[in-house]
């Protein structure tokens, strides 16, 4: 799209056999080709892995995901400060429960360095982040200690997975603090905590939370915020960070008019939370 005059250009019309239905946002890796993922088509109808050369408009499938390497690739891929990229599937693998792989833009070679096992999470459907201390984190939306998902790092020097935390729905299980997160981690590069949202569970009605969690050996978590249907219901996605380096969010329901609203997360001041906006049938 040319923002100049609000053109928008077809660059590659994607259709089943090169892959289908793409998920996420494309990635401009340092050789300068965007790596991207479809959430199917391909040779066997469980998504690819391609490139794209803007330079001459060049689409390439460099993987077609089966069994073995995790099916319905979802979220982005991430270039590590190895070089390599590394996304996640939804089903797949040893159990079907997904997989984390690794893929070598130089070689264009995939490798699954982790298959999901349910009590260590299944289902991710965000993406992974790298933090300034150099791990990768994520979260699967279920699975773990109570099916309600986990979050958990990968140590790039050998491909190490740590369970860190697992989620919860209810006080059963000793914790509230939230449940089936769909989104990815935010970090605050300045404290190191890593901020997320949960779309279940809390301590009000199950609408959600808020949360931070450190990146030292403690791993603390933190339920910052429990949405409570008047500021808000059921977050999905991810928080962003703006260039008042607030992080800014939205929820599906909720709010004056129960349609969702936008909301602020002010890092700097004790995590004070502020609702920008109500959504609303007639104008957004």
Same mark, same amino acid.
């Given at each position: 799209?040319?923002?100049?005059?609000?053109?928008?250009?077809?660059?590659?019309?994607?259709?089943? #056999? $090169?892959?289908?239905?793409?998920?996420?946002?494309?990635?401009? @890796?340092?050789?300068?080709?965007?790596?991207?993922?479809?959430?199917?088509?391909? &040779?066997?109808?469980?998504?690819?892995?391609?490139?794209?050369?803007?330079?001459?408009?060049?689409?390439?499938?460099?993987?077609?995901? +089966?069994?073995?390497?995790?099916?319905?690739? +979802?979220?982005?891929?991430?270039?590590?400060?190895?070089?390599?990229?590394?996304?996640?599937?939804?089903?797949?693998?040893?159990?079907?429960?997904?997989?984390?792989?690794?893929?070598?833009? +130089?070689?264009?070679?995939?490798?699954?360095?982790?298959?999901?096992?349910?009590?260590?999470?299944?289902? !991710?459907?965000?993406? $992974?982040?790298?933090?300034?201390?150099?791990?990768?984190?994520?979260?699967?939306?279920?699975?773990? @200690?109570?099916? #309600?998902?986990?979050?958990?790092?990968?140590?790039?020097?050998?491909?190490?997975?740590?369970?860190?935390?697992?989620?919860?729905?209810?006080? #059963?299980?000793?914790?509230?603090?939230?449940?089936?997160?769909?989104?990815?981690?935010?970090?605050?590069?300045?404290?190191?905590?890593?901020?997320?949202?949960?779309?279940?569970?809390?301590?009000?009605?199950? /609408?959600?939370? &808020?949360?931070?969690?450190?990146?030292?050996?403690?791993?603390?978590?933190?339920?910052? $915020?429990?949405?409570? /249907?008047?500021?808000?219901?059921?977050?999905?996605?991810?928080?962003?960070?703006? #260039?008042?380096?607030?992080?800014?969010?939205?929820?599906? @329901?909720?709010?004056?008019?129960?349609?969702?609203?936008?909301?602020? +997360?002010? !890092?700097?001041? /004790?995590? @004070?939370?502020?609702?920008?906006?109500?959504?609303?049938?007639?104008?957004?």
């Amino acid at each position: 799209m040319d923002p100049t005059y609000q053109i928008i250009n077809s660059e590659y019309n994607f259709y089943d #056999s $090169l892959g289908m239905n793409p998920y996420g946002t494309l990635t401009q @890796a340092n050789n300068g080709l965007m790596y991207g993922l479809t959430d199917s088509g391909g &040779l066997h109808h469980f998504g690819v892995l391609f490139s794209f050369d803007k330079m001459n408009n060049q689409y390439s499938v460099l993987h077609n995901f +089966i069994d073995s390497t995790g099916k319905y690739p +979802i979220g982005n891929l991430i270039q590590a400060s190895n070089g390599k990229l590394y996304g996640m599937t939804q089903q797949g693998g040893r159990q079907n429960y997904g997989t984390i792989f690794m893929f070598d833009p +130089i070689h264009d070679t995939i490798k699954v360095i982790y298959h999901f096992n349910f009590s260590n999470g299944i289902r !991710p459907k965000g993406s $992974l982040i790298q933090t300034t201390k150099g791990k990768l984190y994520g979260m699967t939306s279920f699975g773990g @200690a109570n099916n #309600s998902g986990v979050i958990f790092n990968i140590d790039t020097l050998g491909n190490i997975f740590t369970k860190v935390h697992d989620f919860a729905t209810s006080t #059963s299980s000793g914790t509230t603090t939230g449940a089936i997160p769909n989104g990815s981690l935010l970090e605050d590069t300045t404290s190191g905590k890593l901020y997320g949202m949960t779309e279940f569970g809390g301590t009000s009605a199950q /609408n959600g939370v &808020l949360f931070t969690i450190t990146t030292d050996t403690t791993n603390h978590y933190i339920n910052i $915020l429990n949405f409570n /249907n008047t500021n808000g219901q059921y977050p999905f996605g991810s928080l962003m960070r703006g #260039s008042d380096s607030k992080f800014y969010g939205m929820t599906f @329901a909720g709010g004056t008019l129960g349609e969702g609203v936008i909301f602020k +997360i002010d !890092p700097t001041n /004790n995590n @004070a939370y502020t609702k920008l906006h109500d959504f609303n049938y007639t104008n957004g």
